[in-house]
């Protein structure tokens, strides 16, 4: 009878955690389409290629406002990315030149795979995410990656609250309250990316 009584506990906890898993799967995967990734990839692990990302990144940044600032949603953004993509490219190169190297850039707009990331005030959760990639010159050094849309993490970034829902931001900014249903999302997400693989 205990093994009974056990195995009826273990189903109702493990129903229990699939519905919340469920739940929380639907909530992230409305978030991710209401967000820009930005992406950008170093030529290659050196040092100086890694400073030359990080200064291409500044000016970007500094510019986003030009490119995104009248967006009003995700889509908008990655219209706005889509459009200016040869400005980005342009003015990404001008930084490269400005610091003695010519290199190539390219800008694309895709759909990706990102790790959780936890940034100062809030993380994203991994999952597929739409965003803007640039890759500079051979595109092999590390990244480095933020959100554009809604700005969270550009100068003067907005709170997450002025973008999404009350429980979508309370997932963002509490993720230490839902990591368990972070990390069976993950595990979910990963079993559907090999099953639609296949």
């Given at each position: ?46 040092d100086?290629?890694?400073a030359?990302?990080?200064a ?29 993509r ?12 400005a ?11 895709v ?37 554009m ?6 100068p ?9 829902d ?21 595990w ?11």
């Amino acid at each position: 009878m205990r093994q009974i009584e056990a195995a009826a506990a273990l189903g109702l906890a493990c129903a229990v955690l699939l519905g919340g898993t469920q739940e929380t799967a639907a909530t992230l995967a409305a978030m991710r389409d209401d967000v820009l990734r930005l992406h950008i990839l170093a030529s290659s692990d050196s040092d100086a290629d890694q400073a030359r990302k990080l200064a291409v990144r500044d000016v970007l940044l500094a510019r986003s406002e030009d490119w995104f600032g009248a967006c009003e949603s995700a889509e908008d953004a990655a219209a706005a990315a889509v459009s200016h993509r040869e400005d980005i490219c342009r003015t990404a190169r001008g930084v490269l030149h400005a610091l003695g190297r010519e290199e190539t850039v390219s800008a694309e707009v895709v759909d990706m795979p990102f790790d959780t990331r936890v940034y100062d005030t809030f993380t994203m959760p991994a999952g597929r995410y739409t965003a803007l990639r640039i890759v500079i010159g051979e595109g092999r050094g590390h990244n480095w990656w933020c959100v554009m849309y809604p700005p969270l993490c550009l100068p003067g970034a907005a709170d997450t609250s002025a973008y999404f829902d009350a429980e979508t931001a309370d997932l963002l900014t509490s993720p230490t309250d839902y990591e368990v249903r972070f990390k069976c999302v993950e595990w979910y997400e990963a079993i559907r990316e090999r099953l639609t693989e296949t």
